[in-house]
């Protein structure tokens, strides 16, 4: 019986608890003011040239071009796809390079006259402490958090920073190979086994010239969501990114706290 008579105080509380937690911007920023300093466009290139720096998966995005080829369904003209692809920053200008397999999918369709664009995403190195969560007074009134499995994601994603980068692929001078794949091969030791002039595949290095830069810091309420003047991002300096920190790199951080940005 308190339980029932409870209930309307539950429930004013578990909404209280929902208007605090849920951030009022996900994927656009607020047109008035924020509780946070969101960061500028600018400060957002940092973070991201360090992203870049750190992070060695990416997925390459082209199209299908109309003509079809030998061993592929027919009608996949104009049909995006997109591939995880191994990714280095070599050249510190803001361009990231990658080692092109001619067989590749993704650089069949460039050479086909695809556009191509290249999306990161932060993954940090370790869980938060205080972790973003649905539970809350309910499932601790009833007991149900207690043996959780563990997560398959330990963070809230979608509170990371990410980015796409639009672009061109541009072949690399080849007499500059020894030097790159020193750079490629500490980054993906495996890559040493079909670096260019290797007996199984072709392939060269090229770079993705970055043409615009589409950027989501995380939730709109506290980080730059939008474009990234090209120049800002290839303007960043490897001290400048070399003087900021994601959120993860260390341990004991809050996913609601922007201390670490």
Not at 90 to 110: H, K, Q, W, Y
Not at 164 to 187: M, N, Q
Not at 202 to 219: A, C, K, M, N
Request: proline content about 9%; overall charge negative.
């Amino acid at each position: 019986m308190r339980l029932l008579h409870s209930l309307p105080f539950l429930s004013l509380a578990a909404r209280s608890c929902i208007a605090e937690q849920a951030p009022p911007h996900i994927l656009t920023n607020p047109v008035s003011h924020s509780a946070y300093k969101i960061p500028t466009s600018q400060e957002s290139a940092v973070l991201g040239r360090r992203i870049l720096a750190l992070t060695p998966l990416g997925t390459l995005a082209t199209v299908f071009p109309d003509t079809s080829r030998s061993r592929q369904p027919e009608g996949l003209g104009g049909m995006p796809i997109g591939l995880m692809e191994y990714v280095a920053d070599c050249e510190d200008e803001g361009n990231p390079t990658v080692l092109a397999m001619n067989i590749g999918t993704s650089f069949r369709n460039v050479n086909g006259g695809s556009n191509i664009s290249l999306a990161q995403q932060w993954t940090p190195p370790y869980p938060p402490d205080k972790r973003i969560k649905s539970t809350g007074f309910f499932d601790w009134l009833f007991g149900r958090d207690g043996d959780a499995p563990k997560e398959p994601v330990p963070y809230s994603a979608v509170n990371l920073p990410r980015y796409s980068l639009l672009g061109y692929i541009e072949k690399i001078d080849p007499t500059r190979t020894d030097a790159l794949a020193s750079c490629f091969v500490e980054k993906h030791p495996d890559a040493k086994y079909w670096l260019p002039g290797n007996p199984i595949h072709e392939s060269e290095f090229v770079r993705l010239v970055v043409t615009q830069v589409y950027w989501i810091g995380g939730f709109g309420d506290r980080a730059y969501i939008g474009w990234i003047p090209v120049d800002e991002w290839k303007n960043v300096t490897k001290e400048e990114w070399q003087s900021v920190s994601l959120p993860g790199e260390k341990k004991g951080w809050n996913e609601w706290s922007t201390s670490d940005l």
